[in-house]
């Protein structure tokens, strides 16, 4: 799950106001937690929100078809000074490595806001 795809995923005022509004006390603290991190996102990066990595995950595997990308090898650079522990993802199998990864390339975020405010609505 690349930072290329969970930068889809932006935590927007809107978004923290949707929480707000549940009238839980779980949707507060979301929205507390999650609007911090948008203001400090937007003022540090000068994006529009703040991306929400980790959760990420954890609706791909709750609802995959959220998501697509593709077979595809994946490796992680260890003798480069300048890449040393990047991510190098052969998106266009343009070398003959062996596929040994699921890489995703996007997702539907308006569906991953659904349901992450689906579940925390029911905590």
């Given at each position: 799950?690349?930072?290329?795809?969970?930068h889809k995923a932006l935590i927007t005022a809107e978004r923290v106001e949707a929480f707000r509004q549940?009238?839980?006390?779980?949707g507060?603290?979301?929205?507390?937690?999650?609007?911090?991190?948008?203001?400090?996102?937007?003022?540090?990066?000068?994006?529009?929100?703040?991306?929400?990595?980790?959760?990420?995950?954890?609706?791909?595997?709750?609802?995959?078809e959220l998501f697509s990308g593709r077979h595809i090898n994946v490796e992680i650079e260890t003798e480069s000074e300048l890449?040393?522990?990047m991510t190098v993802a052969d998106w266009w199998r343009v070398?003959?490595?062996?596929?040994?990864?699921?890489?995703?390339?996007?997702?539907?975020?308006?569906?991953?806001?659904?349901l992450l405010s689906e579940r925390i609505a029911r905590l």
């Open positions: 799950m690349p930072l290329d795809v969970t549940m009238g839980t006390r779980t507060r603290m979301v929205a507390a937690w999650t609007d911090f991190f948008e203001r400090f996102d937007k003022e540090k990066y000068g994006s529009e929100g703040a991306p929400l990595h980790d959760p990420c995950t954890i609706a791909y595997l709750l609802e995959p890449t040393r522990g070398t003959d490595r062996p596929v040994n990864a699921t890489f995703m390339g996007d997702l539907d975020a308006k569906g991953y806001f659904d």
